[in-house]
């Protein structure tokens, strides 16, 4: 029975824009009809309902150097259990080979790394306000951000640049070892050839703070003070603390004349890093996103020495900062789910979409073994000798004209979570889903025709054409709808390959590039950039008979054919 399609969510006038958008970047497709032309022709609409497999991967030996920015802290998730993240990083000078002057006295050393915030407005007297929580994850409010144990150590492990046992000039990658293995404290890396424990390999300590709590204060900055020319000024939240200065006299400042201070490559190879280990101190905790990557992100050495007036002192400072290399560790405590790889043939009952070095799903939109033969026997016109008709363009032609491919995504009913936050939001209201081509280890095609895609500013409401953003339907079912069709319009018209379909769980599908796995063997061998630097797991329901059928994981494809 031929049904009528009711889709008018958005004004006409914006449904004919959008429809024009994609118009002028793709070709049209044919619809052969033996009446094309009659003034009396009618297109009936209707629905398939296509079943699919999908089935869970395991991620081990993720790739956690290069990445946007980098996470700090422990996260306790109901679902899967607890993650702690920790980060070493190299630091470079700013200038070399450096005079200091002469009796130098160092005031303060200061680090500083902003968090990603968003400007909330102001306060009463005018001054602007942040929140941090958009990138803190945990059970959290303004009010109540729970607290995590925090140490700076320095790094004796050599990072370096380039991979000694592959091919000229290629980069150094270091892949995660989260699943305590070895044990439950340490952080741990691999780089190829090796496990490096990066607790075997800290130095001195230059910070240390039992209870560190991240937080969405302004940091303010005074200069001239206690003078009448005293003037503060405020930026964005950051992790800004003071560090141990005589460590930094003896590092830095007394090594004026050394070849160390000469360079980067020497710098590097002298003073090799820093390491900042999380740990938990309770059964909560919270984890925060850093931007390593800002300019504002450094180590200043604040310092006075000698002036060339007699009898004054002149104020001075020596900048370094985070460029180099910075990997993620993770530690990783899944007892409440044991992740593994999935069933490819009958596809699992249950998906695990798992943050960080955790679990995505694999897509099989054709997995039997005439499914995607019969998919184009029902939408192609053929000609009869086991070829199908195409036009001058070489397109194919079409017999049924796709409106609309949704691949439908039904979370867990059952997954346990921390509830509602201080304003009544649901706690996963937030997540999610990027999908991208498994082979290529690039987007979707449909991600790229999407005119709310690149919003920076709110990356949730970015993309949300292509990658449904999470809704609760009449049911209550709560569900993502991923739009494909103009992956399936791809395989139709061009023939393009039949490519699987990566689902992670992202915290800004704006982010695209990705991670190496290493020694993959199988489909996966990238994933998401995204999927590691969130924490956060959903659970949903897949494609295995046990799956009730209102709640299964299905692709619908809406079309219009002649009737």
């Known amino acids: 029975m031929k049904k009528t399609i009711k889709a008018l969510k958005f004004p006409v006038v914006f449904l004919f824009t959008f429809s024009s958008f994609i ?13 094309l032309g009659d003034k009396n022709l009618n297109f009936g609409t209707d629905v398939d309902s296509l079943q699919i497999a999908a089935y869970n991967k395991k991620l081990e030996a993720i790739q956690i150097n290069g990445l946007s920015s980098n996470l700090l802290g422990v996260y306790n998730d109901l679902a899967y259990g607890q993650t702690i993240a ?5 630091i470079t000078p700013t200038t070399f080979s450096p005079d200091f002057g002469e009796n130098t006295v160092i005031d303060s050393v200061v680090l500083t790394i902003p968090y990603f915030s968003r400007i909330t407005g102001t306060d009463t007297d005018g001054n602007t306000t942040y929140t941090i929580l958009d990138s803190l994850y945990g059970k959290k409010s303004n009010k109540s951000i729970k607290p995590f144990k925090l140490t700076i150590y320095q790094n004796n492990y050599f ?15 270091y892949y995660s070892k ?16 090796s496990v490096i424990n990066f607790d075997e390999h800290k130095g001195a300590t230059v910070y240390s703070k039992l209870s560190f709590t991240p937080n969405s204060n302004p940091v303010k900055t005074t200069t001239d003070k206690g003078t009448d020319e005293a003037v503060t000024t405020r930026s964005a939240p950051a992790l ?3 560090l141990d200065a005589s460590f930094w006299e003896t590092a830095i400042l007394d090594r004026e004349d050394d070849v160390v201070l000469s360079s980067a ?3 590097n190879n002298y003073f090799r890093g820093l390491y900042f280990k999380a740990e938990a101190i309770g059964a909560d905790g919270s984890m925060v996103l850093l931007n390593l990557a800002s300019t ?4 200043t050495i604040y310092y006075s020495k000698d002036s060339t007036v007699e009898g004054e002192r002149t104020q001075a400072t020596y900048v370094l900062n985070f460029t180099g290399n910075i990997l993620n560790t993770f530690i990783n405590d899944y007892s409440s789910v044991p992740l593994q790889d999935g069933d490819e043939t009958l596809g699992d009952e249950t998906l695990y979409l798992k943050g960080a070095e955790g679990s995505m799903a694999v897509v099989d939109l054709f997995s039997g073994d005439n499914a995607l033969e019969d998919f184009l026997n029902s939408y192609r016109v053929p000609l009869g000798n086991g070829e199908y008709k195409k036009d001058s363009n070489g397109n194919y032609i079409l017999k049924r004209l796709i409106n609309d491919a949704q691949l439908l995504v039904y979370e867990d009913d059952l997954m346990p979570t921390y509830g509602v936050d201080e304003k009544g939001n649901a706690y996963h209201k937030y997540d999610r889903i990027y999908a991208y081509d498994l082979e290529n280890n690039i987007p979707l095609i449909d991600y790229n025709y999407d005119p709310s895609k690149g919003n920076t500013a709110s990356p949730y409401n970015s993309t949300f054409f292509h990658l449904g953003q999470r809704k609760t339907d009449d049911t209550d079912a709560v569900k993502y709808k991923i739009h494909l069709t103009e992956h399936l319009n791809n395989i139709l018209l061009r023939d393009s390959t039949n490519t699987k379909i990566g689902l992670v769980l992202s915290s800004n599908v704006n982010v695209v590039n990705n991670a190496k796995i290493l020694n993959s063997a199988g489909d996966v061998t990238n994933v998401p950039a995204t999927s590691i ?3 956060r797991g959903t659970i949903l329901h897949g494609t295995n008979s046990a799956v009730p059928d209102n709640r299964k994981m299905k692709l619908k494809i809406f079309f219009t054919e002649p009737k």
């Open 23 to 35: 118009a002028c970047d793709k070709d049209f497709s044919v619809v052969e009809s033996d009446v």
């Open 86 to 90: 920790s980060i070493i990083t190299q």
């Open 159 to 173: 990072l370096r640049d380039f991979d000694p046992s592959a091919s000229l000039d290629q980069r150094q990658k």
């Open 178 to 193: 989260a699943d305590r293995s070895i044990n439950a404290t340490d952080n741990f890396a691999l780089n190829g050839t």
């Open 240 to 242: 800004r603390e003071k």
């Open 265 to 267: 490559s020497e710098f």
């Open 296 to 299: 504002n992100a450094n180590i």
């Open 533 to 535: 630097i969130t924490p």
